[in-house]
């Protein structure tokens, strides 16, 4: 199983602010990672895919990058409703998750 | 608008059995692979299971094959998820999720239904 681990657990970021959270795989994934956003009581929702795609509808202020084992999520200017839980994903052998980075207003 | 509505979850002692079902709308069902992810309380996500857009091909996480059978109505829009044998360890939110495309992300997440295994 390929492990997904991602850092900090918990990143404290003032509004308007720019916030980057990693995730590392346990070996490679090649692009095959996905990044999702969850708000409490609330389903996941895809942000990015193929490492680097905004999926659909997904502001501009989102971006990604990396490839093989190593994978960032930025986002700058922080907006209010960016708080949130934030899960990565490869499936590039079955889907396995990361643990999550909490991303709470500093 | 495209949609996933999961429903049948509820409360069950450990050794039983609860069937899950996530109707589709919006979207042309028959030709994505569908899966199950659960979220156990204040954890993270679990990929469970994955059906082919047909239904010939099913795949199971280890800690539920043998126990847990995906299903799908592809005249109905609907997915399923058998699961018998239920253990405290299966207490989690249950989701439907649609595959962005073969063997990619998933674009699209019900609500959840909350499954609790307990005595």
């Known amino acids: 199983e390929i492990v997904m681990t991602q850092s900090p657990a918990t990143l404290s970021v003032s509004p308007g602010e720019r916030a980057t959270l990693s995730c590392r795989a346990s070996?490679?994934?090649?692009?095959?990672l996905a990044w999702y956003q969850q708000k409490p009581g609330q389903a996941p929702r895809l942000l990015i895919h193929g490492a680097s795609v905004r999926a659909t509808g997904i502001p501009a202020r989102f971006s990604a990058s990396g490839s093989g084992t190593e994978f960032t999520l930025t986002i700058s200017s922080l907006q209010p409703e960016d708080f949130a839980l934030y899960f990565c994903q490869q499936y590039n052998h079955w889907y396995t998750f990361g643990q999550g980075t909490k991303l709470e207003i500093k | 608008e495209v949609q996933l509505s999961e429903s049948g979850g509820g409360l069950e002692q450990p050794g039983g059995s609860l069937r899950l079902s996530c109707a589709a709308s919006g979207f042309i069902f028959s030709t994505y692979a569908m899966n199950w992810v659960r979220q156990a309380p204040g954890k993270g996500l679990e990929w469970v299971s994955c059906i082919s857009d047909s239904g010939g091909h099913t795949y199971y996480a280890d800690s539920v094959k043998g126990r847990f059978t995906i299903s799908r109505d592809n005249s109905k829009n609907t997915l399923f998820l058998q699961m018998n044998s239920l253990r405290a360890d299966d207490t989690a939110i249950y989701y439907c999720?649609?595959?962005?495309?073969?063997?990619?992300?998933?674009?699209?997440w019900g609500q959840g239904t909350v499954v609790t295994v307990s005595s």
């Open positions: 999720a649609k595959d962005r495309w073969t063997r990619d992300a998933f674009d699209v």
């Open positions: 070996q490679s994934v090649s692009n095959k």
